[in-house]
């Protein structure tokens, strides 16, 4: 028995709904076999109205842990949070010398709203050292923003706009998540391919409870595209899975809910609909 390899480059989510331990929940549910590189340990503190707190791992830990994946013969990658320019730069030439094409690119960008500016360093890394090796990239509607040098979309026309120049700077796809800011009453993301504008569109679900919803978004990607999918229908099933997640969203505790990284294959995938504009 063989199993499709699959490796998150990411942080920690102590309290287990977003980060590695959503990838490797959604890898799981995908039938393929997870490996994981820390770049953080996120904590939570339940004294303190669940304030996070980052704790970054060192470069040479990075290192020694992407050398041991990518020395089993990975067959897709995904990042997620990587918390500075140096682990940013360190991730791209790991992912540069292994010569993968299903590469996937979830930028994570920690703020505190859509109006503080993140350190202009960052961004530019993952433009330089992340982009051009992307067979796709899934910002939502800030981090879309940031990438691209332009205002945060809040509509399907001025998505389509900043996915054209994110698709110019290197990322052979893009499909920007569309989120509670876009102005549209579907649950909407937006997928480029360079030539062809695709609409995945799913019933809004309303509800808290959707910690993780971006990180397995992408993991699923990933998954998908380790097991044969094309890009554009890796994306599509990807929102099935997802969608199904946030539909059965949970309770943690007082100040978290979690996606059920297992909703579609227990009860089911959620209807979506696809149009090309």
């Given amino acids: ?6 490796l998150t480059i990411a942080g920690s989510d102590t309290s287990g709904g977003a980060g590695i331990q959503a990838d490797l929940k959604t890898f799981q ?7 994981t590189a820390l ?7 339940p004294d303190n109205h669940w304030n996070h707190g980052v704790y970054s791992l060192p470069i040479d830990v990075l290192q020694a842990q992407l050398k041991t994946a990518l020395s089993t013969g990975i067959d897709a990658i995904k990042t997620g949070m990587l918390s500075t320019e140096e682990v940013i730069r360190t991730a791209g030439e790991a992912i540069t010398a292994s010569g993968l094409d299903h590469v996937v690119i979830d930028p994570v960008m920690v703020c505190k709203g859509d109006d503080e500016v993140l350190n202009p360093g960052t961004v530019d890394a993952m433009v330089e050292y992340l982009l051009p090796h992307a067979e796709i990239v899934t910002p939502n ?5 940031q990438l691209a040098s332009m205002k945060t979309p809040t509509t399907i026309e001025q998505m389509k706009s900043v996915a054209k120049k994110i698709h110019s700077l290197g990322a052979r796809n893009v499909v920007i998540k569309g989120g509670k800011q876009l102005d549209h009453d579907k649950a909407a993301d937006l997928f480029y391919d360079g030539e062809t504008f695709t609409l995945l569109e799913a019933e809004k679900t309303a509800t808290p ?6 990180c ?9 595209l380790a097991n044969g999918l094309a890009v554009k229908e890796a994306v599509i099933e990807a929102k099935r899975f997802v969608s199904a997640a946030i539909a059965n969203g ?16 227990r009860f089911g995938a959620s209807d979506i609909t696809t149009t090309t504009i």
């Fill in 1 to 6: 028995m063989t199993m499709k390899k699959t």
């Fill in 29 to 35: 549910e995908h039938g393929t076999y997870g490996m």
């Fill in 39 to 45: 770049t953080v340990v996120v904590t939570m503190d």
């Fill in 141 to 145: 509607l800030f981090e879309a923003g």
């Fill in 209 to 214: 409870y959707n910690h993780g919803a971006g």
């Fill in 216 to 224: 397995t978004f992408a993991a699923a990607i990933t998954a998908n």
């Fill in 250 to 265: 949970w309770q943690l505790n007082a100040y978290v809910g979690p996606v059920m990284h297992g909703a579609k294959n």
